[in-house]
């Protein structure tokens, strides 16, 4: 059985994502999104595809459904 590491919760995005790098594989699709003070939601796509994108746009979507649903309810 393999175990992952926690991330520290001190690390800034830079970090994370550098550890990120470190535990996909090479040939593996990776998506990171992060959001930008000035510039909103921005992402990297590193070696993704069709199905990698699908995922990120539903993830999206989603969060923005939460969102609104969260303004709705208070």
């Known amino acids: 059985m393999s175990t992952i590491e926690p991330l520290n919760d001190n690390w800034g995005a830079k970090a994370a994502a550098g550890d990120a790098l470190e535990r996909v594989p090479n040939e593996a699709a990776l998506v990171c ?4 003070p000035e510039k909103g939601v921005q992402w990297s ?7 990698s994108l699908s995922m990120l746009a539903v993830v999206v979507q989603e969060f923005a459904a939460a969102c609104v649903r969260n303004e709705l309810s208070s």
């Open 45 to 51: 796509k590193a070696n993704t595809d069709f199905e």
């Open 33 to 36: 999104v992060w959001i930008h």
